[in-house]
């Protein structure tokens, strides 16, 4: 059963400065007591000690844990999709290798955000705890990375950028998922990105031309 948008939606928006920051403290500390102690063992109790305040300035902003987990989705999958489009935006005028590499380092960099974390958000909690805007993330990325190639070559037929932006896609976030899950060194020192590019290397100039 679908959790309504009411119950994870936070009871109010911050507007000043002191409240934005003590939302901001409250995310942090849920994504700390996540990793620490994973969905079930997190409680709104141990967010409030985390964050250094009490439970009920916590229920001022959200109603329940998982108004918390929502809210911490938000910010992790803005987080994301600004990490691979900065790293796009970046490569404009780049050759065709450091295209490539601008595409594959793209999603890789939105993994290294919190490994951790990101374990816990994608074993743990139950999908429909996720918030609308936060459910079609590969969509999202997908999209970026067909305009970028739309760019780079519009003489490619809409249809054949789409198929792949596709295929970079998923293999990146399936590369990338297991890298976290299982051997999240090889996000921090380079070296899955060598081999996606030895992978993904060959496909994109045959693709792209």
């Known amino acids: 059963m679908k959790t309504g948008s009411a119950c994870i939606a936070p009871r ?11 939302v901001d403290t409250l995310i942090e500390a849920t994504a700390q007591v996540l990793v620490a102690r994973g969905y079930q063992g997190s409680t709104t109790d141990a967010v409030a000690e985390r964050a250094g305040v009490s439970i009920g300035t916590l229920y001022q902003y959200f109603a329940n844990k998982e108004s918390l987990i929502a809210a911490l989705i938000r910010n992790h ?15 404009v005028n780049s050759s065709l290798e450091e295209t490539l590499r601008a595409l594959i380092r793209a999603g890789i960099e939105a993994h290294r955000i919190n490994p951790a974390l990101h374990k816990v958000l994608s074993e743990q909690i139950p999908r429909e705890a996720y918030p609308d805007e936060a459910v079609d993330v590969s969509g999202k990325l997908q999209t970026m990375i067909e305009q970028f190639l739309r760019n780079r070559t519009p003489h490619l037929p809409q249809e054949r950028r789409y198929m792949i932006a596709f295929v970079v ?15 999240p060194d090889w996000l921090r020192y380079g070296r899955l990105e060598q081999e996606a590019m030895k992978l993904l290397g060959p496909y994109l100039i045959d693709a792209m031309q």
């Not at 109010?12 to 003590?22: C, D, E, G, M, W």
């Open 12 to 22: 109010k928006r911050p507007v000043q400065a002191r409240s934005k920051a003590t």
């Open 77 to 91: 999958v803005e987080e994301i999709l600004a990490t691979v489009r900065d790293a796009l935006s970046r490569d």
């Open 169 to 183: 896609e998923s293999t990146i976030e399936a590369l990338t998922h297991s890298a976290v899950v299982e051997t």
